[in-house]
């Protein structure tokens, strides 16, 4: 299995709601990632979980919120958050260094 | 800071044509290197890797240190190689970087 799989695949979701975007893995990889991508640009790195704990953290406002309950699963947790934030959300996960980062479909994220 | 560089936003060739991506990287260090493609609707996926120097899909790409670049190649187009192709360089162990991405078309 050399899948990520994200839910949903769609959201949409007003400023003053609370959500949550889930990932999963079962390739045993210790590293999970959360990407942002705008329409016609690359994807953005926002945060890296290692061995279950943070990382890196791109200076992503507060409004995004991670979290990583095992070493398979990473959420995003979602907060009044403003219109500009609508993107595509992008979940992955590596085994280190010179490995391959396998990426999610993606979940779509409206704010309206 | 760290940066990965793919000058053209789309590339247009005919079918049978040999295609260039180019990929420039600013990194002192010796990063690991990258080709992700994403076809139409698809995930983004692994195309190649510099640490295996494999060639997929009939495209290679070789590293040159001295001009910090790590071009895509392919011979022949097919019309099916019409994708987003994105430069990747990882610096450290859990950090992947990149590039703006190249649009190619390949043309009947």
């Known amino acids: 299995d050399t899948e990520v799989t994200q839910t949903p695949k769609h959201l949409v979701m007003g400023m003053t709601n609370k959500k949550s975007l889930k990932c999963e893995q079962h390739?045993?990889?210790?590293?999970m990632y959360w990407y942002k991508q705008k329409a016609k640009k690359p994807p953005e790195l926002m945060f890296v979980y290692s061995y279950e704990k943070l990382s890196i953290n791109e200076s992503v406002p507060s409004r995004f919120s991670p979290e990583c309950p095992n070493s398979s699963l990473l959420n995003l947790h979602l907060h009044a958050l403003q219109p500009e934030d609508s993107a595509l959300y992008l979940c992955a996960s590596s085994g280190g260094f010179g490995n391959t980062i396998y990426f999610g479909e993606g979940s779509w994220l409206t704010v309206v | 800071a760290q940066r990965v560089t793919q000058p053209e936003k789309l590339l247009s060739v005919f079918k049978g044509a040999p295609v260039e991506l180019k990929c420039n990287y600013s990194y002192s260090g010796s990063p690991e290197l990258f080709w992700y493609v994403q076809y139409s609707r698809q995930r983004l996926q692994l195309l190649l890797r510099h640490i295996s120097r494999e060639s997929i899909k009939g495209f290679t790409a070789d590293l040159n240190k001295g001009e910090t670049s790590f071009h895509l190649k392919k011979p022949f187009a097919q019309e099916e190689d019409s994708a987003m192709y994105y430069c990747?360089?990882?610096?450290?162990?859990?950090?992947?970087?990149f590039g703006t991405g190249t649009r190619l078309k390949v043309l009947a």
């Open positions: 390739m045993g990889h210790r590293a």
């Open positions: 990747a360089s990882q610096p450290g162990t859990y950090k992947y970087i």
